[in-house]
């Protein structure tokens, strides 16, 4: 505050979030700009939109009266499979991850295995669900086993890379004091890492188990099984009331699941 | 400690008896729904398909490589119809979001009993649909093409950007809003000048974070027919036109990577 004189008498003002002022105006034009491209390309159709918007009228007034009944045995099968798939692909997708989590940790595993296990994080994690599915579905035919080896391989990458991070930022001192009892290597993995990181396993199980049961709602959309082809029907049909009851049974499902995560996390932590 | 008397010597064991049963009955219902669930799996599945899964995967490989790279001229509006989703998305569910966030945050909600719930609500209905079925939905009413993408992804980024930036506002150092407030500032004036400084960073990665997510999502949109560079990807499988299908998968394998540098580095420049 060398200027204190100056700054006296005149009003404060709050000072700009990019200091640089030619970047301050060079971001913003080039965001408006941005804008501008951007709307210019987007081909709306106003008179379909206005069109549909009674439409949208009746969809938002079928969540108010949902039509379990009519189709429920569809949609019973249809969640059943959904369940099955995510437990099924959560319980793979975590017993891989483990070993693989292990080899991507700097502090466990010698640097030939790191790179491999990194390399196998990296393609799991840059290919989407879906594109996986559609893959998948094509090599192994229609059913839950695609969505199910679809959900496996998509908790590897999520799963394997946030549990490594763990047990790279483990305390060395416990490991150490294992180690130094004379523990083979499995012991110590046991006895020395595996009881710092379980509470973070489970909590990050308990939230990729939601996660795929989300991701499972959709992969009936490509022939992966799971309560997606129902609701994909039940859009195409225009049968709003079922899919508004499936959507309100998938919106609880997770709520639920949640709520248990969190007593569960509340519980280990 | 758990120690048991063997033959006078005492051993350590790790778990108590009780323990010990516990666990293993915990065990036993995991195997034991495993082992139903892929019983079930295994059911509706035609495993001549699967034990011949080798042949048709190398089949699709040599039918897919080399990839048209002559195609890709035609994906330059495709992948700017994409990125056009994910930006205006990304966008638009900011600008609801942050109200959201506001109502639903415990030190700034106007009426924890009442409308708290509501915002809450709104975070978990949104977030616990993809945006894919969003997008399904947007079709069928307004639709296909971009916009039914620029919408689906907006509500569908909403739960999960007001989820970030309520546990954000409710982390706040009370401290400055309280000295704000001894200005004898209103409450707007509080709120912009002791919450928002102290959210800003935080709200400015949630931004980047979501625009990742949702670039990484909007290339797939175009499956159910709301525009960008899925739609593509969809028509040259219909036609089982795999060396296309390959360029397009390179595409947006590389978008994806691209967009998850910049994030990284725009992220590591805010925090």
Redesign the interface.
């Given at each position: 505050m060398s200027d204190v004189n100056a700054r006296i008498g005149k009003p404060w003002r709050k000072p700009p979030l990019v200091q640089r002022r030619w970047l301050r105006v060079l971001l913003l034009v080039g965001f408006i700009a941005y804008l501008i491209a951007a709307f210019l390309t987007i081909e709306v159709n106003w008179s379909r939109v206005y069109a549909g918007l009674e439409r949208g009228q009746k969809f938002v007034l079928a969540f108010a009266n949902p039509d379990f009944t009519s189709r429920s045995s569809d949609i019973w099968e249809g969640m059943l499979e959904s369940i099955i798939m995510t437990v099924a692909a959560s319980v793979v997708g975590i017993g891989i991850s483990i070993p693989i989590a292990l080899g991507a940790a700097r502090n466990v595993a010698p640097l030939p295995v790191y790179l491999i296990c990194r390399a196998i994080i990296a393609i799991s994690r840059a290919l989407q669900e879906i594109i996986v599915a559609i893959l998948l579905v094509a090599i192994f035919g229609f059913g839950p086993l695609a969505g199910f080896l679809t959900l496996s391989f998509a908790t590897i990458g999520f799963l394997s890379k946030l549990l490594a991070e763990d047990i790279e930022s483990m305390d060395r001192v416990q490991a150490e004091a294992i180690k130094a009892s004379g523990a083979r290597w499995t012991q110590w993995i046991n006895y020395g890492v595996q009881p710092q990181v379980m509470p973070r396993l489970i909590g990050l199980s308990m939230y990729r188990l939601d996660i795929n049961f989300r991701e499972s709602a959709i992969l009936g959309l490509v022939g992966a099984g799971g309560i997606g082809a129902t609701l994909n029907t039940a859009f195409d049909r225009y049968e709003y009331d079922t899919a508004a009851a499936i959507l309100l049974i998938i919106i609880v499902i997770v709520m639920a699941l949640e709520y248990l995560s969190g007593v569960i996390r509340a519980r280990v932590q | 400690m758990p120690v048991q008397d063997l033959k006078g010597q005492k051993v350590w064991q790790r778990r108590t008896g009780r323990e010990s049963l516990f666990h293993w009955v915990l065990w036993l219902t995991?195997v034991a729904?495993?082992a139903?669930?892929?019983q079930?799996?295994?059911a509706?599945?035609?495993w001549f398909?699967?034990w011949d899964?080798p042949r048709?995967?190398s089949d699709?490989w040599t039918r897919a490589t080399p990839p048209r790279w002559e195609y890709i001229t035609q994906l330059g509006k495709p992948i700017?119809?994409t990125l056009?989703i994910a930006?205006?998305g990304t966008i638009i569910s900011l600008i609801l979001a942050v109200p959201v966030a506001f109502l639903a945050a415990r030190n700034t909600t106007p009426s924890a009993l009442f409308v708290r719930p509501i915002a809450l609500l709104i975070i978990?209905?949104t977030?616990?649909?993809?945006s894919?079925?969003w997008a399904?939905?947007l079709i069928?009413?307004?639709?296909p093409?971009?916009?039914a993408g620029?919408v689906a992804i907006a509500i569908r980024s909403i739960g999960f950007c007001a989820k970030l930036l309520y546990e954000a506002i409710e982390e706040i150092d009370e401290t400055q809003v309280e000295a704000i407030t001894a200005t004898g500032a209103s409450r707007w004036q509080v709120m912009a000048?002791g919450i928002v400084p102290q959210i800003?960073p935080a709200f400015a990665g949630i931004a980047v974070f979501r625009w990742d997510i949702n670039i990484?999502?909007s290339?797939?949109l175009g499956?159910?027919g709301a525009g960008g560079i899925g739609l593509q990807?969809s028509s040259s499988?219909n036609v089982l036109a795999w060396p296309q299908v390959a360029l397009i998968?390179l595409v947006?394998?590389a978008a994806?990577?691209i967009s998850e540098w910049v994030s990284a580095k725009v992220r590591g420049a805010i925090i």
């Amino acid at each position: 505050m060398s200027d204190v004189n100056a700054r006296i008498g005149k009003p404060w003002r709050k000072p700009p979030l990019v200091q640089r002022r030619w970047l301050r105006v060079l971001l913003l034009v080039g965001f408006i700009a941005y804008l501008i491209a951007a709307f210019l390309t987007i081909e709306v159709n106003w008179s379909r939109v206005y069109a549909g918007l009674e439409r949208g009228q009746k969809f938002v007034l079928a969540f108010a009266n949902p039509d379990f009944t009519s189709r429920s045995s569809d949609i019973w099968e249809g969640m059943l499979e959904s369940i099955i798939m995510t437990v099924a692909a959560s319980v793979v997708g975590i017993g891989i991850s483990i070993p693989i989590a292990l080899g991507a940790a700097r502090n466990v595993a010698p640097l030939p295995v790191y790179l491999i296990c990194r390399a196998i994080i990296a393609i799991s994690r840059a290919l989407q669900e879906i594109i996986v599915a559609i893959l998948l579905v094509a090599i192994f035919g229609f059913g839950p086993l695609a969505g199910f080896l679809t959900l496996s391989f998509a908790t590897i990458g999520f799963l394997s890379k946030l549990l490594a991070e763990d047990i790279e930022s483990m305390d060395r001192v416990q490991a150490e004091a294992i180690k130094a009892s004379g523990a083979r290597w499995t012991q110590w993995i046991n006895y020395g890492v595996q009881p710092q990181v379980m509470p973070r396993l489970i909590g990050l199980s308990m939230y990729r188990l939601d996660i795929n049961f989300r991701e499972s709602a959709i992969l009936g959309l490509v022939g992966a099984g799971g309560i997606g082809a129902t609701l994909n029907t039940a859009f195409d049909r225009y049968e709003y009331d079922t899919a508004a009851a499936i959507l309100l049974i998938i919106i609880v499902i997770v709520m639920a699941l949640e709520y248990l995560s969190g007593v569960i996390r509340a519980r280990v932590q | 400690m758990p120690v048991q008397d063997l033959k006078g010597q005492k051993v350590w064991q790790r778990r108590t008896g009780r323990e010990s049963l516990f666990h293993w009955v915990l065990w036993l219902t995991g195997v034991a729904v495993f082992a139903y669930c892929w019983q079930q799996i295994s059911a509706s599945t035609t495993w001549f398909f699967v034990w011949d899964a080798p042949r048709i995967a190398s089949d699709i490989w040599t039918r897919a490589t080399p990839p048209r790279w002559e195609y890709i001229t035609q994906l330059g509006k495709p992948i700017w119809d994409t990125l056009n989703i994910a930006t205006l998305g990304t966008i638009i569910s900011l600008i609801l979001a942050v109200p959201v966030a506001f109502l639903a945050a415990r030190n700034t909600t106007p009426s924890a009993l009442f409308v708290r719930p509501i915002a809450l609500l709104i975070i978990v209905s949104t977030r616990s649909i993809n945006s894919l079925i969003w997008a399904l939905l947007l079709i069928a009413i307004i639709g296909p093409g971009v916009f039914a993408g620029v919408v689906a992804i907006a509500i569908r980024s909403i739960g999960f950007c007001a989820k970030l930036l309520y546990e954000a506002i409710e982390e706040i150092d009370e401290t400055q809003v309280e000295a704000i407030t001894a200005t004898g500032a209103s409450r707007w004036q509080v709120m912009a000048y002791g919450i928002v400084p102290q959210i800003l960073p935080a709200f400015a990665g949630i931004a980047v974070f979501r625009w990742d997510i949702n670039i990484r999502e909007s290339t797939v949109l175009g499956l159910v027919g709301a525009g960008g560079i899925g739609l593509q990807l969809s028509s040259s499988l219909n036609v089982l036109a795999w060396p296309q299908v390959a360029l397009i998968l390179l595409v947006i394998l590389a978008a994806v990577v691209i967009s998850e540098w910049v994030s990284a580095k725009v992220r590591g420049a805010i925090i």
